[in-house]
């Protein structure tokens, strides 16, 4: 049966498999804003609905109850996300004078050893020969620095782009476009928009770093 099922709603839901159901009846239901609450403190989302599965059952029920009410769905891991990335010392130096919050960071995590050692049309990542990635971090207590945070990070990265293999590790990407989608799986872009073609041709899976599957034409 369903593990937990959070709800934010005006009228109730109810999400059935077998012999388990569950319904849930009010605004907000005890426990969702724990359950909704996200790594990354700056992003405030509200979902309708939230299903913590127990068991791949569970994920086919929520699944399927999602895609058959026409909503959104999202799945989420249970590690950090950013959803949210060279050498150039001077750009570097320039952006951390100007950082916001003594707090804010950049994390250039070393690629090396096994990474190296896979090719890079073995998996859908291609950038193999790839030496650092780094992770750019605006982090203050108070919400109300959010936007200049924001600002901060903008325009540290440009300066740095210029310099980098153009794309990035999935994982650390915040909503950045198609553009970067496709410069982050480069070559291998294609062969993952044949899959999404085969397994999720209407897209329900979606909200994430999104490869669009082929358009359907009309018979």
């Known amino acids: 049966m369903l593990h937990t099922l959070h709800a934010r709603r005006e009228k109730p839901w109810s999400c059935r498999r077998q012999n388990a159901s569950k ?22 989302k509200r979902p309708r609905l939230i299903a913590r599965c127990a068991d791949v059952a ?23 996300y ?9 750009a570097h130096l320039e952006q951390a004078a100007k950082a916001r919050s003594e707090l804010s960071l950049m994390h ?11 090719g890079p049309t073995e998996t859908a990542w291609n950038c193999r020969d790839a030496t650092w990635s780094m992770v750019i971090a605006g982090i203050d207590p108070d919400p109300s620095n959010a936007g200049a945070l924001k600002t901060w990070a903008k325009a540290y990265w440009e300066a740095v782009h210029p310099y980098t293999m153009g794309g990035a590790y999935v994982n650390f990407m915040m909503e950045e476009g198609e553009d970067r989608v496709k410069a982050t799986y480069g070559d291998n872009y294609e062969r993952l928009v044949e899959a999404k073609n085969t397994y999720d041709p209407t897209n329900l899976f979606r909200v ?11 018979a």
């Open 23 to 44: 319904s849930q009846n009010g605004s907000v239901d005890e426990g969702y804003d724990d359950a909704r609450s996200l790594y990354n403190g700056m992003i405030d």
């Open 58 to 80: 569970d994920v086919m029920t929520a699944v399927h109850f999602g895609r058959d009410n026409n909503l959104l769905v999202a799945i989420r891991g249970g590690g950090h």
């Open 82 to 90: 950013g959803p949210g990335l060279g050498s150039c010392d001077d």
């Open 108 to 118: 250039l995590y070393p690629i090396d050893g096994a990474v190296h050692r896979v």
């Open 208 to 218: 994430n770093q999104n490869i669009k599957p082929t358009p359907q034409q009309e």
